[in-house]
Nanobody, 123 residues
Framework: QVQLVESGGGLVQAGGSLRLSCAASGRTFSTYAMGWFRQTPGKEREFVGRISKSSGSTSYADSVKGRFTISRDNAKNTLYLQMNSLKPEDTAVYYC????????????????WGQGTQVTVSS
């Protein structure tokens, strides 16, 4: 079992930045790929980005590429999402997730989820 707790969300003006954190429990954090997703009311959870267990590989949705950066600190059991040049359309609840044996964009194949953190970007 892995428990994930996101933090760092909030209200920011368009063009601003936020850094989300995801603290994970357990001693196996470094063995899992991880991802960030987001969701707005009435829509399916949307892939934002993912990172391999060793940070050697990252991938991003086209909508955030060049603006968002995923990183992880395995010594601290923490995943990060640096969000720059934020747009109103980035407004959503952001979730981090663990994939024990999967490395991809499909939210259904992630095994553990945090409770989410709200990001609101005003125009």
């Amino acid at each position: 079992q892995v428990q994930l707790v996101e933090s760092g969300g909030g209200l920011v003006q368009a063009g601003g930045s936020l850094r989300l954190s995801c603290a994970a429990s357990g001693r196996t954090f470094s063995t899992y790929a991880m991802g960030w997703f987001r969701q707005t009311p009435g829509k399916e959870r949307e892939f934002v980005g993912r990172i391999s267990k060793s940070s050697g590989s990252t991938s991003y949705a086209d909508s955030v590429k060049g603006r968002f950066t995923i990183s992880r600190d395995n010594a601290k059991n923490t995943l990060y999402l640096q969000m720059n040049s934020l747009k109103p359309e980035d407004t959503a609840v952001y979730y981090c997730a663990v994939a024990r044996v999967y490395f991809g964009d499909d939210a259904r194949r992630y095994d553990y989820w945090g409770q989410g953190t709200q990001v609101t970007v005003s125009s």
